[in-house]
T-cell receptor, first 112, second 115 residues
Framework: DAKTTQPPSMDCAEGRAANLPCNHSTISGNEYVYWYRQIHSQGPQYIIHGLKNNETNEMASLIITEDRKSSTLILPHATLRDTAVYYCIVRNANDNTDKLIFGTGTRLQVFP | EPEVTQTPSHQVTQMGQEVILRCVPISNHLYFYWYRQILGQKVEFLVSFYNNEISEKSEIFDDQFSVERPDGSNFTLKIRSTKLEDSAMYFC?????????????FGDGTRLSIL
């Protein structure tokens, strides 16, 4: 079973920041937080990952709380193309063969 | 940007027939994975593959399934005798070898329809 909890759905106005929360209260010290998204049955698309520091790339920012029990994915200026299901996943940092366990994610709807 | 490519995009097969799904992982990646997603359900892990052998497999990956890296570029998933319940999207993924965690990058999948 997924070790994360996410709201089933969220809405966001185009051009505004989308803040997607994730709870991972049982995360262990060697587990990373990963975010993927899936647009309409395409393959999951990697967005960002982090261990304990906040991370930013060209797609998004990842804010991880100090106790690491929750995180927030931020899409700074959401567009209609960001409408997708977003998955928060924890993964063992020490094993590159470790599988991704997908939950049901958050369905983000960006509206005009 | 390099990407994982999968062929065919859609495969229709009669129940009981063998099917081979093909994947070309990102060049120089060393870890390979198959996942599947039944319509309306979660993405499920099938198998991981490294150094020419299976690293881990799920309960779904029974004796009817096999994986192979026949050459330096392809990674295949074979289902020996397909069942109706094998109908799903099948996603291939690959990741690099490196310090710390490396993300898995996915292809756009093969839609397998069993009749």
């Amino acid at each position: 079973d997924a070790k994360t909890t996410q709201p089933p759905s969220m809405d966001c106005a185009e051009g505004r920041a989308a803040n997607l929360p994730c709870n991972h209260s049982t995360i262990s010290g060697n587990e990373y937080v990963y975010w993927y998204r899936q647009i309409h049955s395409q393959g999951p698309q990697y967005i960002i990952h982090g261990l304990k520091n906040n991370e930013t790339n060209e797609m998004a920012s990842l804010i991880i709380t100090e106790d690491r029990k929750s995180s927030t994915l931020i899409l700074p200026h959401a567009t209609l193309r960001d409408t997708a299901v977003y998955y928060c996943i924890v993964r063992n940092a020490n094993d590159n063969t470790d599988k991704l366990i997908f939950g049901t994610g958050t369905r983000l709807q960006v509206f005009p | 940007e390099p990407e994982v490519t999968q062929t065919p995009s859609h495969q229709v097969t009669q129940m009981g027939q063998e099917v081979i799904l093909r994947c070309v992982p990102i060049s120089n990646h060393l870890y390979f994975y198959w996942y599947r997603q039944i319509l309306g359900q979660k993405v499920e892990f099938l198998v991981s593959f490294y150094n020419n052998e299976i690293s881990e497999k799920s309960e779904i990956f029974d004796d009817q399934f096999s994986v192979e890296r026949p050459d330096g570029s392809n990674f295949t998933l074979k289902i020996r005798s397909t069942k109706l319940e094998d109908s799903a999207m099948y996603f291939c993924a690959s990741s690099d070898l490196g310090i710390g965690n490396q993300p898995q990058h996915f292809g756009d999948g093969t839609r397998l329809s069993i009749l």
